[in-house]
């Protein structure tokens, strides 16, 4: 099944260096998610600090799995919605 997922970011305030290896940490693993098919298109949202992602899992419990293995979600808040494809052909 398919997820969008909206999360707003509220990093806490620390040193430049710190708050550097936090983003290069939650990149690292956001792109080993992206490589195992789970994160498929990510989308930030102009001059705030917020993200759209697309995901791809098997239950609600495997995607809030991988959102918490995210080093950054500790100091975010995620809106998760699922998607149900429909057949605009049918109607359906």
């Given at each position: ?57 098997e ?22 919605h ?11």
């Amino acid at each position: 099944m398919r997820y969008l997922v909206r999360t707003k970011s509220h990093f806490p305030s620390t040193q430049p260096e710190a708050r550097k290896k936090l983003v290069e940490a939650e990149k690292k693993r956001a792109r080993e998610l992206h490589d195992a098919g789970a994160l498929i298109s990510t989308w930030r949202l102009p001059a705030m600090d917020e993200s759209v992602t697309l995901w791809e899992a098997e239950s609600v419990n495997q995607l809030h799995d991988w959102l918490m293995s995210l080093p950054a979600m500790a100091w975010a808040k995620a809106e998760v919605h699922p998607l149900i494809e429909r057949d605009i052909m049918s109607g359906k």
